[in-house]
T-cell receptor, first 114, second 111 residues
Framework: GAVVSQHPSWVICKSGTSVKIECRSLDFQATTMFWYRQFPKQSLMLMATSNEGSKATYEQGVEKDKFLINHASLTLSTLTVTSAHPEDSSFYIC??????????FGQGTRLTVV | QKEVEQNSGPLSVPEGAIASLNCTYSDRGSQSFFWYRQYSGKSPELIMSIYSNGDKEDGRFTAQLNKASQYVSLLIRDSQPSDSATYLCAVKGTGGFKTIFGAGTRLFVKA
């Protein structure tokens, strides 16, 4: 099946700093990728749809200036959490579709802001 | 009303039994339906997809879809301890773009 690689798998950062998470499609080109956030014991919440070569589409309530998304190539999308605060601590997951309508997910990034 | 609803569980079944997981959705225009399995601390993995009314079987898994009742289910036969995980029901609408996830049902299979 299609492989989506996400890096880093975990990161700890200080409050007020920025963190970049990368999502790569390894064996296919992904014109669209999705970014999700998942808090403990809760479901995946779609944050934004990342479109190659154009601006991302953010879900209602997601601050686009805080969660910067860049999809500069067909195989790479990045999510930057700017001025991170402890409440941003969460599990961030990217996904892409390839062929079938189901999503292929990256491994996820556990962000802890201290 | 949540767009995709699942019983959060936990659902506990003995090893070898059938686990039955249920899901309802609100958008009648939904076209594609999925079950994902998520182990603790890991990202979801797709285990079943179904697009038309009826049953779809894949190994020990059977997905059932009833669009009139807006209901999707997943049956796991001969449940194994390794099936213990959270099962996420997911739906894509007429646009076929965004996936909406339910909150997930935690399944425990007791050895």
């Amino acid at each position: 099946g299609a492989v989506v690689s996400q890096h880093p798998s975990w990161v700890i950062c200080k409050s007020g700093t920025s963190v970049k998470i990368e999502c790569r499609s390894l064996d296919f080109q992904a014109t669209t990728m999705f970014w999700y956030r998942q808090f403990p014991k809760q479901s995946l919440m779609l944050m934004a749809t990342s479109n190659e070569g154009s601006k991302a589409t953010y879900e209602q309530g997601v601050e686009k200036d805080k969660f910067l998304i860049n999809h500069a190539s067909l195989t790479l999308s990045t999510l930057t959490v700017t001025s991170a605060h402890p409440e941003d601590s969460s599990f961030y997951i990217c996904s892409a579709t390839y062929g079938s309508p189901g999503d292929f997910f990256g491994q996820g990034t556990r962000l802890t802001v201290v | 009303q949540k767009e995709v609803e699942q019983n959060s569980g936990p659902l506990s079944v003995p090893e070898g039994a059938i686990a039955s997981l249920n899901c309802t959705y609100s958008d009648r225009g939904s076209q594609s339906f999925f079950w994902y399995r998520q182990y603790s601390g890991k990202s979801p993995e797709l285990i079943m997809s179904i697009y038309s009314n009826g049953d779809k079987e894949d190994g020990r898994f059977t997905a059932q879809l009833n669009k009139a009742s807006q209901y999707v289910s997943l049956l796991i036969r001969d449940s194994q301890p390794s099936d213990s995980a959270t099962y996420l029901c997911a739906v894509k609408g007429t646009g076929g773009f965004k996936t909406i996830f339910g909150a997930g049902t935690r399944l425990f299979v007791k050895a």
